[in-house]
């Protein structure tokens, strides 16, 4: 009996274990599409390091009166990609109010459901 | 005979009555689409302007019909009503396209879309799962062209004969 028991126990323990394990997918309607979030997820987190002295060591570049190619320019220049749709849709939304937070950019360009890592990127290049 | 008459008469009030209601929806209906094109700011694209264009075509259209109800009058609205129509499915068009061109930009598909099957593309885009449009946005300029045309079938100024040259 006690043999059963435990044999019980440890079934019922790897069954939670493999239901925890992959809790995560059974909210998920789009396979495809959760997988690359944890990828570029991955990729974001790592991307800081790599990405944001060169964001830094880059000049910042005017939001308002840059034109779209030079955003362009710059956004490839730091390495984030899509850098002419990004350039595109910051020109798109012109003018920017002279705001530190750059609420008005960040409120547009979420919109796109914007990596976070990337947005920041953008933000960093850009002065009014 | 007298009754016949006064059915018909009945018919003709409630027809008027019914136009008349229509006719108001359609001015409400456009009044409604212009604030709602206004609160989103839909100008910061030259493409978005053609909403407004609509919008305005509606808007004539309506004014047409209520303060000038010639044959002639009645035509153009019935025209300006099939442009509307046509311009709102190219406007679903835009929407789902420009939801597609943006797709890259979401965070979730950034790795994925360029090996994302084209049918699934288009399905995620113009069911707004990738991109920042409302696909399906614009039918609401076709929902009110529709009801502005309802309002003109057997119009009366459509019934009496064209005037002589």
Known sequence: MPTISLRAGLALAAVLTL?????????????????????????A???????????????KINANTASQGELAAAFEAA???????????????????????WAQLRQELAKYNIDPTVLEQIIALLEV | MATS????????????????????LAAAGTIGVALELLLLRHW??????????????LGVAVALVILRPTRRAILVARALGVVVLVTS?????????????????DARYTASWPTTAEPVR???????????????APLA??????????????HQALEAPAPSR
């Not at chain 1, 987190?45 to 944001?52: D, E, G, K, L, T």
């Open chain 1, 19 to 43: 239901a925890a394990c992959s809790g995560g997918g059974g909210t998920s309607t789009a396979p495809t599409a959760s997988d690359p979030a944890a990828s570029s997820a991955t990729a």
């Open chain 1, 45 to 59: 987190s790592s991307a800081p390091s790599s990405a944001a002295p060169a964001a830094s060591a880059t000049a």
């Open chain 1, 79 to 101: 390495g984030i990609s899509n850098a002419s749709k990004w350039a595109r849709e910051v020109a798109e939304y012109r003018p920017y109010p002279n705001d530190p937070t």
């Open chain 2, 5 to 24: 008459a006064a059915e018909a008469t009945d018919a003709r009030s409630s027809l008027v009555v019914i136009r008349r209601g229509l006719l108001a």
């Open chain 2, 44 to 57: 910061t694209e030259t493409r978005e302007l053609i909403a407004w264009l609509a919008v305005a075509a």
């Open chain 2, 89 to 105: 499915a190219i406007g679903v068009f835009v929407h789902v396209w420009a939801n597609y061109d943006a797709a890259p930009l």
């Open chain 2, 122 to 136: 288009w399905l995620l885009a113009a069911t707004d799962t990738v991109g920042p449009s409302p696909s399906l």
């Open chain 2, 141 to 154: 300029l076709a929902f009110v062209a529709l009801v502005l045309l309802l309002a003109l079938v057997h």
